[in-house]
């Protein structure tokens, strides 16, 4: 979807400060958020894209002004609303307010922790042949989903070169809205910075992006 949080390629928000010895967290409740994050995957309430989504439809004023672990919470909080888990009330007060509701098929228990950490595989057999080649010429589609994609807006309608292969893997346009894995090939395609940002770029830049097969389409 178009979006605050798609800022590459935008200019107006200053340099990137990178903060010297930066912790993991900077305060506790950060590590509670993300503990929060893994335990609600691993349970099956929501998917890594629906989560995405869900930050993706915070507010312009809300996503700028968050810390990261803040747009983080708003997300889960989000999620568990919509998928009727706890009422406002509930998170309101802190502690349920009625009978507990189930989550997912797999209740996240000590033993499970270790495998909750750690990233599951997203490549999917290929139930097709790859449209497109190493080498082939593509333009990137200019859509504009209003649901969540991985297709950067600075892409859209531009020229580049299809690099690398990655096989299929489950395509997030439509894991985010429940509606299953739908594997897609996956590519590396790059990009002259000239072609994306025009006769001002450093013509000795490239973009590389990873993109969805649905997300391109052969150059004639």
Known sequence: ??????????????????????????????????????????????????????????????????????????????????????????????????????????????????GALK?????????APALFEVGDRVRAKNMHPATHTRLPRYARGHLGTVERIHGCHVFPDSSARGLGEDPQWLYTVVFEARDLWGADADPGLKVSIEAFEPYLELSL
């Open 1 to 114: 979807m178009n979006g605050v949080h798609d800022m590459g390629g935008m200019d107006g928000f200053g340099g990137v400060e990178p903060e010297v010895d930066e912790p993991v967290f900077h305060a506790p409740w950060e590590g509670r958020v993300i503990a929060l994050m893994r335990a609600m995957g691993a349970a099956g309430a929501w998917n890594l894209d629906m989560f995405r989504d869900a930050r993706e439809h915070q507010s312009p004023a809300f996503y700028l002004a968050s810390s990261y672990y803040k747009s983080w919470a708003k997300s889960i909080e989000t999620l568990v609303l919509g998928h009727g888990l706890a009422s406002a009330q509930e998170i309101e007060a802190g502690h349920a307010q009625g009978p507990p509701c189930e989550a997912g098929g797999n209740a996240l228990g000590p033993a499970g922790v270790r």
């Open 119 to 127: 990233r599951a595989t997203y490549s999917r057999p290929a139930p």
